[in-house]
């Protein structure tokens, strides 16, 4: 080999393979993640803006768009909680950082994040005028995002158990 041949790619593959097992999550209580409790708050309130936009719509009643900015800010606000615990996690857990499914959801996570930031955003000071067209829409459009966002981090958690405790798969069920 000459000198100026580029130095060869040497990776470990043993120390590879245990950087890709080390999946356990870190931010959690008592061995459960927090990102797991917490996504149930953005996951549920942006199905609540959908429905109180979809109820202003039918009835006309002024009570749904309040009713609606509110659980924006809650989507939007309890969504960045969430996003920073998850974020975290994927920095500085090896099994999570090395895999570009968890870099996936974390792009699906920040596009749903600012989409859901902007539903706020134009909600606030006219809850009512936001409604028709341009917020149905935009919570039309979050709400999807949701869906496909939270069925992916279900599936790190199912296809590759990342944020699941070491030993549970060998402790006997009951
Ligand atoms: C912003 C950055 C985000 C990052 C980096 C991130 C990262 C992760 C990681 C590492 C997991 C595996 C479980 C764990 O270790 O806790 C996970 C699971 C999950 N994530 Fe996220 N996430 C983010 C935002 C979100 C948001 C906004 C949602 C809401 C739709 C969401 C929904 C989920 C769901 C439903 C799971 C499965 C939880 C379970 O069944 O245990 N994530 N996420």
Same mark, same amino acid.
């Given at each position: ?66 009713? #609606?900015?509110?659980?924006?800010? *809650? ?5 960045? =909680? %969430? +996003?920073? @615990? !998850? ?41 009512? #005028?936001?409604?028709?067209?341009? *917020? ?5 459009? =979050? %709400? +999807?995002? @949701? !869906? ?27």
């Amino acid at each position: 080999m000459s000198s100026t041949d580029p130095e060869p790619d040497l990776t470990d593959p043993v120390h590879e393979n245990r950087a890709l097992q080390a999946t356990e999550s870190r931010v959690a209580i008592a061995g459960h993640p927090l990102h797991a409790m917490l996504v149930a708050f953005p996951i549920a309130l942006s199905f609540c803006v959908l429905g109180a936009d979809l109820l202003y719509w039918v009835t006309g009643d002024g009570f749904w768009p309040v009713a #609606a900015g509110w659980a924006a800010f *809650g989507a939007f606000a309890m969504g960045v =909680v %969430a +996003g920073i @615990t !998850g974020t975290v996690e994927l920095l500085i857990v090896p099994g999570i950082r090395n895999r570009s499914a968890s870099w996936t959801h974390f792009i699906l996570a920040v596009m749903l994040l600012s989409l859901m930031g902007a539903n706020w955003w134009l909600r606030i000071g006219q809850p009512e #005028a936001a409604v028709l067209p341009l *917020g149905l829409l935009l919570s039309l459009i =979050v %709400a +999807g995002l @949701t !869906g496909v966002t939270g069925w992916h981090g279900g599936k790190l958690v199912f296809d590759y158990q990342i944020g699941t405790s070491a030993g549970s798969s060998s402790r006997p069920s009951g």
